[in-house]
């Protein structure tokens, strides 16, 4: 059993989508789970449908939204105040220091993040990597695990099939209402999805009922 | 945001003539344009707190789709595809165009103060 659960992800609907079912199915086992989240997806192009945002009050109502979603994940949640869309023009450096000071103090048996250069957004590939550098410089026997998502359109082909596999079925409620609670964002991700490429009840069944992720291998 | 009224987004632009400014500009088709569909890819700019000073201001276009044109000492600044606009509580005139989805397409905001970082 883990003894505490930190997810890193920079974008306040990231550990909806991504891992709201995983962060649940931790919860239950009574495991505590700190969310860091970087930014307030201050540069989000969704407003909202029928929009109901603009840029300049998207920042405060995704800051809400971040803390409704926590509530319902009944997770601990911490925003580091980086600016989305600028991770990656960010010294890494820095940002791995930043991680290392919240990692010392909550020392996670697991931590979980963006697989770098697999995982699409930008922000994504760069706030994943701070955090394996983060990761990498603590003592071994003090490292956590790191499961690293990842979703670019090359990951099965480049990476294999993910390691850890998720069954989110039972906690198919909550991963909802975490999403939903993303108002301004939750119709224009999921209106995003092409049909076209495939049976939607599949897209659904695929993206909100199994979160996948890798094992992060630590050379020495 | 509200449906552009072309008089006051007109008046609201000339408020701002022959001062110090700070503009905010955007336009983006998305972070996931390649991830969704493989022919497309992202494309974006944006920036923000640019201060300019412009001497002249027009919207022009239709409900369709308006252009703006700010003419400065040296140069433009040019935004197309506006539909919307608000003047909010700190007297700024935010000006966007949205997709089917509300998803912004393009920004253009005026301030004499300087937008949050």
Same mark, same amino acid.
């Given at each position: 059993?883990?003894?505490?659960?930190?997810?890193?992800?920079?974008? @306040?609907?990231?550990?909806?989508?991504?891992?709201?079912?995983?962060?649940?199915?931790f919860?239950e086992?009574?495991? @505590?789970?700190?969310?860091?989240?970087?930014?307030?997806?201050?540069m989000?192009?969704?407003?909202?449908? @029928?929009?109901?945002?603009?840029?300049?009050?998207?920042?405060s109502?995704?800051k809400?939204?971040?803390?409704?979603?926590?509530e319902?994940?009944?997770?601990?949640? #911490?925003?580091?105040?980086?600016?989305?869309?600028?991770?990656?023009?960010?010294?890494?450096?820095?940002?791995?220091?930043?991680?290392?000071?919240?990692?010392?103090d909550?020392?996670p048996?697991?931590?979980?993040?963006?697989y770098?250069?697999?995982?699409?957004?930008?922000?994504h590939?760069?706030?994943?990597a701070?955090?394996?550098?983060?990761?990498?410089r603590?003592?071994?026997?003090?490292? @956590?695990?790191?499961?690293?998502?990842?979703?670019? #359109?090359?990951h099965?082909?480049?990476?294999?099939?993910?390691?850890?596999?998720?069954?989110?079925?039972?906690?198919?409620?909550?991963?909802?209402?975490?999403?939903?609670?993303?108002?301004?964002?939750?119709?224009?991700?999921?209106?995003?999805?092409?049909?076209?490429?495939?049976?939607?009840?599949?897209?659904?069944?695929?993206?909100?009922?199994?979160?996948?992720?890798?094992?992060?291998?630590?050379?020495? | 945001?509200?449906?552009?009224?072309?008089?006051?987004?007109?008046?609201?632009?000339e408020?701002?003539?022959?001062? %110090?400014?700070?503009? /905010?500009?955007?336009?983006?088709?998305?972070?996931?344009?390649? /991830? /969704?569909?493989?022919?497309?890819?992202?494309?974006?700019?944006?920036m923000?707190?640019?201060?300019?000073?412009?001497?002249?201001?027009?919207?022009?276009? %239709?409900?369709?789709?308006?252009?703006?044109?700010?003419?400065?000492?040296?140069?433009?600044?040019?935004?197309?595809?506006?539909?919307?606009?608000?003047? %909010?509580?700190?007297?700024?005139?935010?000006?966007?165009? /949205? %997709?089917?989805e509300?998803?912004?397409?393009?920004?253009?905001?005026?301030?004499?103060?300087?937008?949050?970082?």
């Amino acid at each position: 059993m883990e003894s505490h659960v930190v997810v890193i992800y920079p974008h @306040p609907d990231d550990e909806a989508f991504g891992a709201a079912g995983t962060i649940t199915h931790f919860r239950e086992q009574g495991v @505590p789970v700190t969310y860091l989240c970087g930014t307030l997806g201050e540069m989000g192009r969704n407003m909202g449908n @029928p929009t109901f945002a603009n840029r300049e009050t998207l920042p405060s109502i995704r800051k809400q939204e971040l803390i409704q979603a926590c509530e319902v994940l009944d997770v601990d949640l #911490r925003m580091l105040g980086y600016r989305d869309k600028t991770l990656e023009f960010e010294s890494r450096e820095k940002i791995a220091e930043h991680l290392l000071t919240y990692l010392q103090d909550l020392q996670p048996s697991l931590v979980i993040t963006h697989y770098p250069a697999y995982a699409v957004h930008p922000d994504h590939n760069a706030f994943g990597a701070a955090a394996i550098d983060a990761i990498n410089r603590m003592e071994h026997e003090k490292r @956590p695990k790191v499961w690293a998502q990842a979703f670019s #359109r090359t990951h099965l082909e480049d990476l294999g099939e993910p390691d850890v596999s998720i069954d989110v079925t039972p906690y198919f409620e909550t991963k909802f209402k975490t999403i939903s609670a993303h108002r301004s964002q939750a119709a224009g991700v999921l209106g995003s999805i092409d049909p076209d490429t495939g049976d939607l009840a599949d897209i659904i069944k695929e993206k909100l009922t199994t979160e996948q992720f890798y094992t992060w291998n630590f050379i020495e | 945001m509200k449906t552009i009224v072309t008089e006051i987004v007109q008046e609201k632009l000339e408020q701002f003539l022959n001062q %110090d400014v700070y503009i /905010h500009i955007e336009t983006t088709n998305g972070a996931y344009a390649s /991830h /969704h569909n493989a022919k497309a890819y992202n494309a974006g700019v944006f920036m923000r707190n640019a201060t300019i000073r412009y001497e002249q201001a027009k919207i022009t276009g %239709d409900e369709s789709s308006y252009r703006i044109g700010l003419k400065t000492t040296n140069g433009w600044v040019y935004a197309e595809g506006i539909r919307q606009y608000e003047i %909010d509580n700190q007297d700024r005139l935010l000006l966007a165009g /949205h %997709d089917q989805e509300g998803r912004l397409m393009v920004a253009l905001q005026i301030s004499a103060t300087p937008f949050s970082n």
